[in-house]
């Protein structure tokens, strides 16, 4: 079968490429894929600035259908509709292991980095991580459990977001709007921040109902809490220095190389900094019971579903932001 596939290491090296086809082991299932979303991870990537193990079919963003079984399964994921955590291996005995925070095993193997992941018609998944999805919830936009899983971890097990908190969300890609959706739940006042390049971004965040700016417009009064969902080193920046005197920041998006910081602002208002990698099986217990109760809108945020065949235009519109979210069908 063809797989969007990292080849070699370094900046590009992606094509699609004959991968083989996924048997499932003890423990193991085979996913017909449906919609696979591409990810700010993935066009690092691309780039070369994130670890992979070469050659590898990218895409950890998943939803699909189990066809096959390993030995062990229970027949009742048969047929089932579901997506998955990235996990397909860690080591189960370290301390991280041991409390439920397996995003931070150093012998973590993830789908679409360490082994093949969903830019291909079928994936090879360990049946521990599924998550059965509900009938209404289409395939494209059951992609987005993934990323709502990981802003579950950095903002409701890493830092608490209170009920009447001004909470400023820096970067309205879909990780931001997520961002902004789940501190809404909690009851926060949301602000939504991006650049002149994100009008249509911060459209979606108006239609969600929350207050946004753009770069260089000045703020009405520094933040409770920020969220930092750019990636960018002048998001951070701005983040840093928009958050109130005791106030926290958290860092979500990834710039993918160095950066430099006023991280004297840490000092100078007492900030209390947080963050989180990835999701962990709780957080994935809290994203999937926000779209159960209709709490988040993931809808909006998806802005093209694109055969796999065209992956290259799907990558070059996430990376000039000219949508929210681009998913991949391979179908």
Not at 190 to 205: C, F, K, M, P, Q
Not at 231 to 249: C, I, K, P
Request: proline share 6%; hydrophobic share 40%.
């Amino acid at each position: 079968m063809l797989g969007l596939t990292k080849l070699e290491a370094g900046p590009g090296n992606v094509e699609l490429a004959e991968r083989p086809d996924p048997q499932p082991g003890p423990g193991e299932v085979v996913v017909e894929v449906a919609a696979a979303g591409i990810c700010g991870t993935d066009l690092h990537i691309y780039d070369g600035e994130y670890a992979t193990e070469i050659p590898v079919t990218m895409g950890h963003e998943v939803s699909g259908t189990v066809v096959e079984l390993g030995d062990g399964v229970d027949a009742e994921w048969s047929g089932a509709r579901v997506v998955t955590e990235t996990y397909y291996s860690t080591c189960g005995a370290c301390p991280f292991c041991r409390v439920g925070r397996i995003n931070l095993c150093p012998e973590r193997r993830s789908i679409g980095t360490h082994v093949d992941g969903g830019f291909a018609p079928r994936a090879l998944l360990p049946a521990r991580g599924l998550h059965r999805i509900p009938d209404w919830l289409d395939a494209s936009v059951a992609v987005l459990a993934e990323p709502l899983a990981c802003v579950c971890n950095s903002l409701l097990e890493r830092s608490q977001v209170g009920a009447d908190d001004e909470v400023l969300v820096v970067g309205p890609g879909p990780v931001g709007l997520l961002a902004a959706q789940v501190v809404h739940a909690c009851g926060a006042r949301v602000h939504v921040r991006g650049t002149s390049r994100d009008e249509r971004r911060l459209e979606v965040a108006r239609s969600l109902g929350f207050a946004t700016s753009v770069a260089g417009e000045p703020l009405a009064a520094p933040a409770d809490v920020v969220v930092e969902c750019s990636g960018h080193e002048a998001g951070m920046a701005f983040g840093l220095e928009s958050a109130r005197r005791g106030g926290r920041y958290v860092q979500i998006g990834l710039a993918g190389k160095a950066v430099e910081l006023p991280f004297d602002e840490v000092c100078f208002r007492e900030l209390t900094v947080t963050s989180g990698f990835a999701s962990t099986p709780s957080s994935w217990r809290r994203a999937l019971a926000l779209i159960e109760e209709r709490k988040v809108d993931l809808e909006p945020l998806v802005s093209e579903v694109v055969p796999l065949a065209d992956w290259e235009r799907a990558f070059a519109a996430t990376r000039s932001g000219e949508g929210i979210k681009f998913v991949l069908d391979p179908r």
